[in-house]
């Protein structure tokens, strides 16, 4: 077996979080024998959670400082027989395309985790109804596996493995969303569920597709078998195996694969016309969940293209890759466009993404080192901006109860903190040099210029939009004169604090030292960028 | 020759806003005062000492690469700095004139309780605008581009709770961010075609025509907006809602001459675009203008001010678009000094009067506030050039410069020789912008004259007084700036202080044929003088101290019409108001109302879910759990079947 097993790391990231369910239940099985109080239970699950997140982000603190860069081949690689008839294998590891996002997922998942926890002081008005008062362990628990399944999807190196990770990680967000959730909760999850839902059923059938036209090995038992195996399959793939593979109802197979992969991708991403589903979603989702869906499942849209249709199809990649242009193109402007005319806060933000997301799909879309890097370093930005954006909505939301952008009006007065906060936030969003947002956007504009000259030209208009959408939520809300009702508004406590700095500092840090996460991506994205040529 | 403290001069400034911004609301006020005015103080002397000796010898210039910011494939963006005469000189302005209106600021905004936040949003400022000057490439020149659009906002909108004031601050950062989408797409063009993105890599490769015009035309955009330029000037008079001392620095000094430096800086491109170059001239020759006879009919006097910015900017444009980049950088030097002055003038007499900006309830107040009066009144002898000091001559240069340049007689727009010439375009610009020269004099004098003679014509309950010596001491030493920056533009040959001199050889040469001369240069003076005095003799006529404000009384009764189009600023804002604001707003709605909500989200998404429900209740009917039903239904098929299968065959 190529890329024997050299590390367990990776499996401790995916499974850490699972431990931690496993006590949850405990912790449930004792409350429900009356060992435990509500409240024993409650402080319990959430301890629990916080522990498992922590040591999932050490963990990934480790993977970061030992990962090599200058080696762009799957690193730190876990590799054993799972389902030996189909030759499904559990193969996790990580290279340049998934480093960051595993990274971000521990990153994301703990400040989601934080922001769960009514602990710190100035949290008298979170009541019973607020999502981190009830059914605290299920929340936890919720969480948790949904943080083994969005490592698990960055991780896997096996198609099957990455699929079951995949549908692993639908459960806990739909019902995250539809018993934790705002007041139209049923309607977002059940339609976050059949949109990502009927996107898996077109990949499972490519993903089948791809097994029986991909690579054969004779196993020990002399017969022969199928792969699932991602890195095998793309060896296949670049020397054209799925080319010559039967064709489909008269199509190419690699096309129609192609389509149906892309297209469940392209939901996650959200890509227009497949985004309706995100603005319900995040509108109805509790703060934190929101904060995960922007920071890291929306990645997996662009995460998935990149290892399976650019890496297994680079033939129909190269044959789509004016569609993926326009469409990103689309994302970028329309999106824009339509959160101009928002008066929910939290729906402007995430049409905000929905944009945002599309800077990605350009990039890469235009097969040049700068547009794939931008595209990928544009996951990471946008994972720190996002998640910041969403806990400041959480913030406003928490305390007065709406997200109406014209209900509120002259708040920098009463809440400077909360309002510098903001400020940073919505101005990395816009792209403001300095801080992280600026250079994936430019870099992506940079490299797809020269390969869709109209596209990027209409996309770069964005940058007017942007500042005009975010600049005008910012008067409403934050300047003139004060609203009488927020007179006695408390600034950000301690959680929010907890919650918000860190974003901030990194949202900075990367604006002027973006090298380090270049470095940790250019490497395998080259090698990606080779098999397209 | 590279050096290794280069990058204290923005770093200075930048730690001193790092600290009021966060510390300064907790500590003592005088900390707050000291780190902003020390921080400035110590780039400026940084900058002097370096300034002094790289200026030393000709052709020198200070280099500093502080680190790589970020590099992908081919794409190597380093954090680079650098010192020449050109932006050596800036940051002499930059830190010179900001540590004088540092110092004013003291004693301006020392009773509001944001002065911690004033102090943090203006030494940022310094330090965005002394990258955007050292920077060495065009991507740490955005950097500092979009920092100082961020400052501008920020310092506009400073007093947050009023909704004018924070509509100004946005304003002015979007209609700039219009600019700043040509400003992005012409360095993405650039680095295409040349591959670098550093001045030096980008000047060692030549481009093809079209390419220049293209990146030439883009950036230009940018400078229209960042340097309040036709059609994206609509900002700049709004933006007077800011505190006048950033008035002062942002708006007239430095951040709106950024436009005119950054074509000076890429003058090696420029002169591969020479239709760009005759563009530059013209929007800048109608800019003058245009700003100038909206000014005429101005009351508050800062917007008075702003569209002699902005006509003055114009001037700026003239000299650069006409090949001349040591005219038009040498006016945006003195125009720094004199606007200055003229500002902080402002903000005195404003101070003094307890927040009155109209100088129609002004007047008199040279008996008041003699120094503000004096100093003003020297300032604006150098704008208007009634007398031969600084602003007379640098002015007077560009106007020269336009009528007797040689780059617009061969000028054709595309590379082909034979194309239509543009040889009128020089002599045209000549004429308007001497007839605006005489406008220009007309209003400055019709804001000195209404705001310091006459009767003191304000509320009585206000009594004017002088400010305190921190603030006329800038004023003071502004004024003689404005005097003896002449020695910067004598036109004298050789002389060692002279800027054409001083900055021989860093600038590149417009393309055309030998200088040819309409008019040899003691008549285009004589012209400037001439026209000095009469703009002067019409605003004595109109607005003479005994008259006070019957002049206006007489010039809406000579053309109703047009002095209240020129008092409603000619109806720009409106028409974009209409045009432009309100359709992206339409269209925004529409989008998401029709295409979001309606169709993709009504028809397609929920559509399909409907359409799912009425199959799945039209199948229930069968299902209705009514045994006869199915019986009779069963046996319906069997007889079906049965008369397919065997009566049929």
Known sequence: MDHPTTSSLLTWMIFAPTIGVLLILIVIGLRSLGTLSKQQADEASRIIALVASTAVLGMAAALWKAFDPSNPDVQFVQHGSWIPAYNVEYFVGADGISITLIILTALISFIATIASMPWWPGNAHLDEHH??????????????????????????????LFYVFWEVMLLPMYFLIGIWGGSRKEYAAIKFFLYTLAGSVLMLLAIIGLYYN???????????????????????????GYQSAPLVVGLSFARVAWVGLFIGFAVKIPMFPFHTWLPDAHVEAPTPISVILAGVLLKMGIYGILRVNFALLPQATRWASTAMAVFGAINIVYAAFVCLAQKDLKRMIAYSSVSHMGFCLLGMASFTQQGIDGAVLNLWTHGLISPMLFLIVGVIYDRAHHRNIEGFGGLAQQ???YAGLLGLAFFASLGLPGLCGFISEFTVLLGALPVFLTLTVISATSVIITASYYLWAIQRMMLGKLNPAYRTLADVNWRERFTLYPLGVLIIVFGFYPA?????????????????? | MEVGWLYLIPLLPLLGAAFNGLAGRWVPKSWVYTVALVVVLLSFLIGFAGFVQMSGEEGTQFHETVYTWFAVGSLHVDLALSLDRLSGALVLVITGVGFLIHLYSVGYIDEDPGYWRYFAYLNLFVAAMLLLVLGDNLVAMFVGWEGVGLC????????????????????????????????????????????????????????PYAVAMWAAGLLFLGATGKSAQLPLYIWLPDAMAGPTPVSALIHAATMVTAGVYMIARLSFLYVQA??????????????????????????????????????????????????????????????????????????????????????????????????????????TVAITGVLPISGFFSKDEILAQALNTSAFKFLTLTPDPTGPRLGFLGPLIYVLGTVTA????????????????????????????????????????????????????????????SWEHFTDGLFAHARGGAPGEYLPPLVTYGIAVVVAWVGFAGAWTLYKPARNIAGDVAFERATPRLRRALVNKLYV????????????????????????????????????????AAIGALGRRFQNGNVQRYAAVTALGVAALVYLLLVRT
């Open chain 1, 415 to 417: 809440v400077p903190e």
């Open chain 1, 214 to 240: 991909g690579p054969t090995v004779t196993g020990v038992d002399g017969q022969i078998h199928h792969s699932f195996n991602l890195l095998r399959m793309a060896e296949w793939g670049r020397q054209g």
């Open chain 2, 152 to 207: 501008s906002y920020l310092l506009i909108g400073f007093w947050f709770d009023d909704d004018a004031k924070a509509y100004a601050g946005r304003k002015a950062f979007i209609v700039n961010r219009i600019g700043d989408f040509g400003f992005l797409i012409g360095i993405f063009i650039l680095f295409n075609a040349t591959g670098h993105v550093d001045f030096a890599g980008m000047r060692a490769s030549p481009l």
């Open chain 1, 516 to 533: 380090a996460i270049i470095n940790l991506i250019e490497g395998s994205l080259r090698n990606l960028l080779a098999g397209l040529a």
């Open chain 1, 131 to 160: 999502f981190s008062q009830r059914a605290v362990p299920g929340y936890m628990a919720m969480l948790l596996i949904l943080q083994t399944g969005m490592t698990g999807v960055f991780c896997a190196l096996d198609m099957f």
């Open chain 2, 438 to 497: 005489g406008i220009t004099s007309f209003y400055m004098w019709r804001c000195y004259l209404l705001t310091f003679h006459g009767n003191y014509r304000g509320p009585e309950d206000v009594h004017p007084h002088e400010s305190p010596a921190v603030m006329t001491l800038p004023l003071w030493v502004l004024a003689i700036l404005s005097v003896v920056g002449v020695v910067l533009v004598l036109p004298i040959h050789d002389f060692p202080w």
């Open chain 2, 274 to 379: 020479p239709g760009i170059l005759a563009l530059v001239a013209l929007i800048g020759c109608l800019t003058a203008f245009w700003g100038a006879i909206i000014g005429t009919a101005q009351n508050d006097i800062k917007k008075v001010l702003a569209y002699s910015t902005v006509s003055q900017l114009g001037y700026m444009f003239i000299g650069v678009g006409v090949g001349a980049f040591f005219a038009g950088t040498a006016h945006l030097i003195t125009h720094a000094f004199f606007k200055a002055c003229l500002f902080l003038g402002s903000g005195a007499v404003i101070h003094g009067l307890h927040g009155e900006q109209d100088i129609a309830k002004m007047g008199g107040l040279k008996k008041y506030m003699p120094h503000t009066a004096i100093t003003f009144a020297i300032a």
């Open chain 2, 573 to 612: 804002d409106e028409i974009y108001d209409v045009v432009v604001v309100r359709t992206v707003w339409r269209g925004a709605r529409l989008l998401w109302r029709v295409v979001d909500a309606a169709i993709i989200d009504g028809l397609l998404v929920n559509g399909s879910a409907q359409l799912v």
